[in-house]
């Protein structure tokens, strides 16, 4: 018998959308749908899902092929339609590494229950309903649209993929965003195999005891089980970074390989060798080597006696200037940063590693960081694929500088929303490496200065001056690039509705250096309620906030503010002449326990004008979850202030 083993990393990602659930703990057989299971109207634990996974049932395993390993992933799924909203869980779709190679995911026993008249139908899938993608050379993906799915359906399925890729397994996913009655798996693999196990999330998944046994081809292999029952749906609450960070997820990656003769050959990486491989690839350490493509540019940038601030934000601002993102995230190189250079455009990595070059051309301690972008999830182990997006980090004044120049607005130690993403990895020539906190240190402020006019007739008219500094000025620059006025002024009026914009002009839009403003006129016909001889109106106006964002009765997961904040309001409003102060909101200063954020609330009467300040801290972007029924009494104390009104009588 052969023992080879193909060390190709198998990116075999299972994107589930179907999902179900079981009232029984009994022995799950496809095709043994009962009348119950499609009588059942609601979740009998969560009444608002749209659907359910009843049953999954995972196996991978390893069979040899032509002397040759393969590994054979196995899943069978049961899945309950409650709702037109959850007919989405009726497709699903398995995405592979096939690498240039053939390979077939293979769907039997595909059938729709529905409950017609009493008795049961069955609706087989047709081939009408699979399809295969082609995502590119080495990545395909194929994908099944159950038949005949209606309210009340129960869908059942079962797949197959046999691969000689397994560096890797295919993800499990034990939760979903619809609750799973029963989920197990069962993993059977040669003794000749140490795989590390990663299990993310909040679900107790219970593991017994590995068991050893041999098999017909003379060699042992270990068996390991997982099960959980009733687990909840993972709903997207407010100010989550990436969902999947939190879900129960297993992974699987290949640690050891013990060849017969016991040799062992390494596969899995420490952070150190992960770092040394990674700068010894062509498109990545190679790049860095050159210069000449850009030496002349840049002494056009440098001037003499230039301090290293100066010169991280000239070759920063040149880089931003000069190159075009394509939207890409890598951190390796397409086509190389010296013909990105010469068309002006390429991927994240082209476009770092080439400030990176210069940085360092400079005499800048400049070396590339490593980043897991919010939308890719959290590096969680040593991995060439943990990672998909790279950086600048300069070592000055002992601490690190992050610059990134795929967006035209960042600033030295400000990267994009998209990479800040609790830690990074610098990658040194030598192979050494360490974690660099990505979390901002500076508080990114905005600021509304408004004065207005109230009328005896409850309109207000105004003007509005509205700053965005630092990261709240970022991601304003951004989300307004290319708009006109005409847009904007829309998008204000569609924001606080019954209000009318004019003399619309953005302040310090292209002067990085300075907080972005926008600043307009206004009248708002909808801001007072007269009743009788009293008028009643918030001093916050149409700022408050309204809805407590934080409604779940526990949390498990942590609270995501991405960045240190400051809201600050100051609203002068001159009253309506004949009218007289009966009442005003009383001052409020809360703070939060260690720290976290304060809300400060004061509204004062002098001279015929009401004057309110009021200032919304929050001091630590990522607070764990222990802490969340104080942030949620916080925010229902806050909003609760914020639209308690000032009450006007007429004289």
């Known amino acids: 018998m052969k023992n080879q083993l193909h060390t190709k990393t198998s990116l075999l990602i299972t994107a589930l959308f179907f999902i179900g659930w079981t009232a029984m703990a009994q022995e799950f057989k496809l095709g043994k749908v009962t009348k119950e299971e499609l009588q059942e109207k609601v979740h009998p634990t969560d009444t608002s899902a749209a659907a359910a996974i009843l049953h999954k049932r995972g196996k991978t395993y390893f069979v040899i092929s032509d002397g040759y390993f393969e590994m054979v992933n196995e899943v069978e799924m049961r899945i309950k339609i409650y709702k037109k909203e959850g007919y989405k869980y009726a497709t699903d779709k398995v995405t592979y590494y096939s690498g240039g190679k053939t390979l077939k995911v293979y769907f039997t026993d595909a059938y729709t229950y529905n409950l017609v008249g009493g008795t049961i139908e069955k609706t087989k899938l047709k081939s009408e309903g699979e399809f295969v993608e082609k995502v590119n050379a080495e990545v395909t993906r194929e994908s099944i649209t159950m038949p005949n799915v209606k309210e009340g359906s129960v869908i059942e399925y079962k797949y197959v993929l046999k691969t000689p890729y397994f560096?890797?397994?295919?993800d499990y996913y034990f939760q979903y965003d619809i609750p799973v009655n029963s989920v197990t798996y069962e993993?059977?693999?040669p003794a000749y195999f140490d795989y590390k196990r990663y299990l993310s999330g909040y679900v107790k998944i219970d593991i017994p005891e590995q068991k050893v046994r041999g098999n017909t081809y003379?060699?042992?292999?270990?068996?390991?089980?997982?099960?959980a029952k009733n687990v909840p749906a993972l709903k997207d609450e407010a100010h989550v970074n990436n969902i999947d960070n939190y879900t129960s997820i297993l992974k699987y990656e290949l640690g050891t390989y013990t060849m017969q003769d016991g040799t062992k050959k390494k596969y899995s990486l420490d952070w150190q060798s992960m770092a040394k491989k990674v700068y010894e690839m062509e498109l990545f350490g190679d790049q860095l080597k050159q210069t000449e493509y850009f030496e002349a540019d840049l002494k056009n940038v440098l001037t003499p006696g230039m301090t290293p601030e100066a010169k991280m934000a000239a070759i920063l601002s040149y880089v931003q200037n000069r190159m075009t993102w394509n939207e890409k995230k890598d951190y390796v190189c397409d086509k190389g940063i010296k013909k990105a250079y010469a068309a002006k455009t390429g991927n994240a990595a082209e476009i770092n590693l080439m400030l990176t070059a210069m940085l360092r051309s400079a005499g800048l301690n400049a070396d590339p960081v490593l980043i897991s972008t919010r939308s890719n999830g959290v590096s969680l182990f040593p991995s060439l694929t943990a990672y998909n997006y790279v950086v600048a980090g300069v070592y000055y004044n002992e601490s690190f500088v992050l610059l990134d120049a795929t967006s035209k607005y960042t600033l030295p130690?400000?990267?994009?929303?998209?990479?800040l993403n609790w830690l990074g990895r610098l990658i040194k020539p030598n192979g050494n490496t360490a974690e660099i906190d990505l979390v901002p240190k500076v508080v990114s402020k905005e600021i509304v200065f408004l004065t207005s006019e109230l009328g005896k007739d409850g309109k207000l008219t105004g003007k509005i001056r509205d700053q965005y500094f630092d990261l709240y000025g970022y991601s304003f620059r951004e989300n307004n690039s290319g708009s006109t006025t005409d847009t904007n002024v829309e998008k204000l009026e569609k924001q606080f509705p019954g209000m009318v914009v004019g003399d619309y002009k953005i302040l310090n839009d292209d002067d990085l250096s300075k907080p972005v403003a926008e600043e307009f006129t206004f009248t708002h016909?909808?801001?007072a309620d007269i009743i009788g001889d009293k008028m009643y109106i918030n001093p916050l106006l149409f700022f408050a906030k309204r809805v407590n964002p934080f409604n779940q009765e526990k949390r498990e997961y942590p609270i995501d503010f991405v960045y240190p904040t400051q809201d600050k309001?100051?609203?002068t409003i001159k009253l309506p002449e004949?009218?007289?102060?009966?009442?005003?909101?009383?001052?409020?200063?809360?703070?939060?326990?260690?720290?976290?954020?304060?809300?400060?609330?004061?509204v004062v009467v002098q001279n015929g004008q009401m004057q309110l300040t009021s200032i919304f801290d929050v001091n630590v972007p990522h607070i764990e979850p222990e802490f969340y029924n104080t942030l949620k009494d916080f925010y229902r104390k806050m909003i609760e202030k914020?639209?308690?009104?000032?009450?006007l009588k007429r004289i």
């Open 187 to 189: 993993t059977t693999v």
């Open 218 to 227: 003379g060699y042992n292999e270990v068996i390991t089980n997982y099960s």
């Open 578 to 602: 004949g009218y007289t102060v009966e009442s005003v909101p009383a001052p409020l200063s809360l703070a939060m326990e260690q720290g976290l954020g304060t809300f400060k609330y004061n």
């Open 413 to 419: 130690n400000q990267l994009p929303v998209r990479a």
């Open 525 to 527: 016909a909808a801001v």
């Open 167 to 170: 560096m890797k397994f295919s």
């Open 569 to 571: 309001f100051m609203i």
């Open 642 to 647: 914020q639209n308690e009104k000032i009450v």
